[in-house]
C-alpha cells in the first residue's frame, strides 16, 4: 500500500519564527489533505491540495503531484500554531502520516 | 452546525466488558470512518463504510465491530474490550473520503480498559 512519510518529527520554534512541514507519498494519490490537531484533541482541515498551491492568511501548502510530495508552509508562527499536524493521501483508502509535532515558544 | 458527533467523549471500562462508542453526523455524509490514535502510531483506520449497510476493515480492525443502518449513525463496538484498546478514538465523515469538500472528524474518544 501506498507509504506517507511526515518530516520533521518533532520541530520546536521561537514565536514569530517560519517552518516547514514535509509529506512525502511513495505512489500517486487521488487527493491529499492537510490537518492540524490542536494541544486539546481537536481535527481541523487545513488544506484540501491534491496539487498546486494555496494559501490561507499564514498557513499556505505546495503539492507536486509528479514528484510525489506536499509542503505546509508556516509562517509568523504563534503560539495557537502548535500541536501535531497530519498529512492524509487518498488512493484506494485513506493513509495519514505519522504527524509533525510543532511546538511554538513564546 | 454540521458537526461529527461521538459520545462519550471519555470511558473507563473493565476488560471483557461490552462497550459502544456512538458516532452521528448530521451533513449527510456517505462515507463514515472509525480511525484510533496512538503515540508515535498516528492515526490508523478502524473500519470504514462507503454507504449505509457497506462496511469495509481498515488497517486495524482486530477486537471491532461496526454497523451502518443509518446513514447518519455509525457506531463503533468492542465485543471484549482489552487492555490493548485503550487509546483515543476519532469518528469521521465526508461525502467520499478525502475530497474538496472536507473531511469532518469529531471530537474523539478517549477510552481506557483496566
Known amino acids: 500500500g501506498i507509504q506517507v512519510e511526515q518530516s520533521p518529527p518533532d520541530l520546536i520554534l521561537q514565536e514569530g519564527a517560519n517552518s516547514t512541514l514535509r509529506c512525502n507519498f511513495s505512489d500517486s494519490v487521488n487527493n491529499l489533505q492537510w490537518f492540524h490537531q490542536n494541544p486539546w484533541g481537536q481535527l481541523i482541515n487545513l488544506f484540501y491540495?491534491?496539487?498546486g498551491t494555496k494559501q490561507n492568511g499564514r498557513l499556505s501548502a505546495t503539492t507536486v503531484a509528479t514528484e510525489r510530495y506536499s509542503l505546509l508552509y508556516i509562517s509568523s508562527s504563534q503560539t495557537t500554531d502548535s500541536g501535531v499536524y497530519f498529512c492524509?493521501?487518498?488512493?484506494?483508502?485513506?493513509?495519514f502520516g505519522k504527524g509533525t509535532r510543532l511546538h511554538i515558544l513564546p | 452546525e454540521a458537526q461529527v458527533t461521538q459520545n462519550p467523549r471519555y470511558l473507563i471500562t473493565v476488560t471483557g466488558k461490552k462497550l459502544t462508542v456512538t458516532c452521528s453526523q448530521n451533513m449527510n455524509h456517505e462515507y463514515m470512518s472509525w480511525y484510533r490514535q496512538d503515540p508515535g502510531l498516528g492515526l490508523r483506520q478502524i473500519y470504514y463504510s462507503m454507504n449505509v449497510e457497506v462496511t469495509d476493515k481498515g488497517d486495524v480492525p482486530e477486537g471491532y465491530k461496526v454497523s451502518r443502518k443509518e446513514k447518519r449513525n455509525f457506531p463503533l463496538i468492542l465485543e471484549s474490550p482489552s487492555p490493548n484498546q485503550t487509546s483515543l478514538y476519532f469518528c469521521?465523515?465526508?461525502?467520499?473520503?478525502?475530497?474538496?469538500?472536507?473531511?469532518?472528524f469529531g471530537s474523539g474518544t478517549r477510552l481506557t480498559v483496566v
Open positions: 492524509a493521501v487518498m488512493g484506494d483508502k485513506i493513509i
Open positions: 491540495i491534491p496539487s
Open positions: 469521521a465523515s465526508s461525502f467520499g473520503g478525502i475530497s474538496a469538500y472536507g473531511y469532518t
